[in-house]
């Protein structure tokens, strides 16, 4: 099995890494609510800076499109824009759900969207600081979302098991799928954008062709355990973290387990996972305060790691021709995307962050 080329270690235990767009460094949400982010170079890994602007856990970071400033969403419901250079808060919105945020998603320069865990999706203006849609399509968490740019168009996973799909410029969903008796955890678009890639927990991945999104097309299985995060390598290869904590490279149509890029270890799960910008890097972080970096090339991988799942692919041959796709910060916060079921907590008053901007204070 091979081992990491790095390790980073954190302050606390990790919830959500993401890399920068086009350089070498690597941003982590931690359990206490801290940002933390990493230059990446060849021989060494330097602390960049540590940040703390949430009350409760961040549990997801994604940078903007241009890469100068990271988003922040945390269990205290605020979303936050962090300047990279300043470490200043540029924008804050302090209750932007009415639930802990669970997922951020950079859009565009100017648009983010935001999942929380009673299952709502927010789209947020930032020209005109105000919030363009609201869609509560579903009823259980937001564990992942997958942007198509140029059809405006963004593809949300939850924990109540279906697939939504929404037209950022439109106050209506496009689509929202059959319930697939599943928790959908994870989600990324391939082969040219016609096919919306899920992971779930029974480990079963799922694809769902575009514009026939009432239910999955084709389904792969072959994980023993959940596959809480996908990263697109190719059109025709992704990336899957899993429960039993191993990394593997997946081949889609035809559908087969290439092998193993390693194990996280330690027994964990892996939490989530990221690609840099060059597609050499990956970074994975579980239930603890390391992120581990891995090179990603798909040669010499192991194959013998794939557990006991079923390798049976249940393809749909015309379907390949025509693709010429309890919370508690006491105990890890148990990441709340992976748990089948999860305990609602309460929220006291909101406690007031001094430093930064004020952002949507106008909105509800």
């Known amino acids: 099995m ?33 940002l933390e982010c990493y230059d990446l170079n060849d021989t060494s890994t330097k602390l960049l800076f540590s940040s703390k602007h949430h009350t409760d856990s961040c549990r997801s970071v994604d940078f903007n499109s241009t890469g100068d400033a990271i988003y922040t969403g945390s269990k205290d419901r605020s979303l936050q824009l962090i300047h990279l250079e300043s470490q200043k808060v540029i924008l804050r919105k302090q209750k932007a759900h009415s639930q802990p945020i669970n997922k951020v998603k950079a859009l565009s320069e100017s648009l983010v969207a935001t999942g929380d865990d009673a299952g709502c999706v927010k789209i947020w ?19 992942d979302m997958a942007f198509v740019e140029d059809k405006n168009t963004l593809v949300v996973t939850s924990g109540g098991g279906c697939l939504s799909v929404f037209d950022i410029r439109k106050k209506n969903p496009v689509a929202v799928s059959a319930n697939q008796d599943d928790e959908l955890l994870s989600v990324t678009m391939m082969r040219n954008n016609t096919k919306a890639v899920v992971g779930t927990q029974s480990g079963n991945i799922l694809f769902f062709s575009w514009n026939d999104w009432g239910d999955c097309t084709d389904r792969f299985p072959g994980h023993p355990q959940s596959v809480s995060s996908v990263i697109k390598a190719s059109e025709t290869t992704l990336y899957t973290g899993s429960g039993d904590g191993i990394i593997r490279a997946v081949g889609i149509f035809p559908n087969c387990l290439i092998g193993s890029v390693g194990d996280h270890g330690n027994d964990l799960p892996i939490e989530s ?30 194959n013998d790691a794939f557990g006991d799942g079923d390798d049976d692919t249940d393809i749909n041959e015309d379907e390949e021709m025509e693709s010429d796709d309890a919370d508690s910060d006491d105990e890890p916060e148990a990441r709340v995307k992976k748990q089948p079921k999860k305990t609602k907590v309460s929220f006291g008053k909101e406690k007031e962050i001094s430093s930064g901007a004020s952002f949507f204070q106008d909105l509800d």
């Open 2 to 34: 091979r081992k990491p080329i790095s390790t980073v270690s954190c302050s606390e235990v990790v919830f959500d890494v993401t890399f920068h767009p086009s350089k070498n460094l690597l941003a982590a949400g931690l359990i206490d609510g801290n």
């Open 125 to 143: 203006d930032l020209r005109s600081r105000k919030l363009a849609y609201r869609y509560h399509e579903n009823s259980d968490f937001i564990s």
């Open 273 to 302: 996972m990221s690609l840099s910008f060059d597609g050499k890097k990956i970074a994975t972080c579980s239930i603890e305060e390391t992120v581990k970096i891995w090179d990603s090339d798909l040669s010499h991988l192991d």
